[in-house]
């Protein structure tokens, strides 16, 4: 769904109505997980995210009730990666099979070929505890939020990316780089609220955070086929493939880490311009 907010509706009540609906739909998208496992798990995990992202909003908006259900949400959608990325990891290496030959095709194939559960365990009591969050959420009282404030809590938000990319900008590990990716990724849900009503102001900083996110998520597939990869066994007679397979992996994600981090800078500079406009 588009984050949309009702025309004359409050910020903070259309803020926290939005949460709702998001999280209620993400309990609707695992209705149909045994028949499309992949697309119902990744929905259901897309709606949580933009419902988490507006629950910070609200939380920094003065909101205190919306932390303890963000966090519930989080490990609800928690429960849900490992059968996420088994769908991602199949469908990557299926794709790289396909431009391979030989004993590298063979390595690929094997991580492709993997039947893993594709279905989260406890599905049903997931569904059930969505339900009853968005349920909730009702009649939780909205925080009053003016459009000069919400422009404000934009601008801490891109704050906190900058605080997270300069943490893996300093030192890149797995963990620093993902927290800078979770970062933006609240920054896009959250200006995604802006893109209809100030497309000359803050709404210039969401498609920009989509495509900058989609990029971070191809560099995260990387490093999720280079995990896999390291981890397979394969016969003798394949081990130097698999290690040719780990030390190119190992050059591509190095090269898209390093390239990211280069343009966010200039990204930053943009998105900040953006969100200081007073058109609102």
Do not use: C
Not at 69 to 87: G, I, Q, Y
Not at 205 to 228: H, Y
């Amino acid at each position: 769904m588009k984050l949309r907010l009702l025309r004359g509706q409050p910020i903070g009540a259309g803020l926290v109505r939005l949460a709702a609906v998001l999280t209620g739909d993400a309990a609707e998208s695992l209705a149909g997980v045994t028949e499309h496992p992949g697309k119902s798990v990744h929905q259901a995990r897309v709606a949580l995210k933009r419902a988490r992202s507006l629950l910070r909003l609200l939380e920094k908006a003065g909101a205190a009730w919306a932390v303890p259900p963000r966090f519930r949400l989080r490990l609800l959608a928690h429960r849900m990666s490992a059968a996420r990325e088994r769908v991602v990891l199949v469908a990557r290496a299926n794709a790289w099979a396909r431009r391979l030959k030989g004993k590298e095709r063979a390595v690929a194939l094997t991580l492709a070929k993997r039947r893993p559960r594709f279905v989260p365990l406890g599905v049903d009591e997931i569904r059930n505890d969505l339900l009853r969050e968005a349920g909730e959420w009702v009649v939780a009282p909205a925080p009053v939020v003016s459009r000069g404030a919400l422009r404000n809590l934009f601008r801490r938000s891109l704050d906190r990316v900058m605080r997270r990319y300069s943490e893996a900008k300093g030192r890149p590990t797995p963990a620093t780089v993902h927290e800078w990716r979770k970062a933006v990724i609240v920054l896009r849900d959250q200006t995604a609220i802006a893109s209809e009503i100030w497309p000359g102001g803050a709404g210039v900083a969401f498609p920009m955070l989509v495509r900058f996110a989609r990029e971070l998520g191809a560099r995260g597939d990387v490093a999720l086929l280079l995990r896999a990869v390291r981890g397979v066994g394969v016969p003798s007679t394949h081990e130097r493939a698999r290690r040719v397979l780990v030390g190119r992996l190992e050059k591509q994600l190095k090269l898209a880490t390093v390239t990211l981090m280069a343009r966010w800078p200039r990204i930053e500079l943009r998105l900040a311009r953006a969100l200081a406009k007073k058109s609102f």
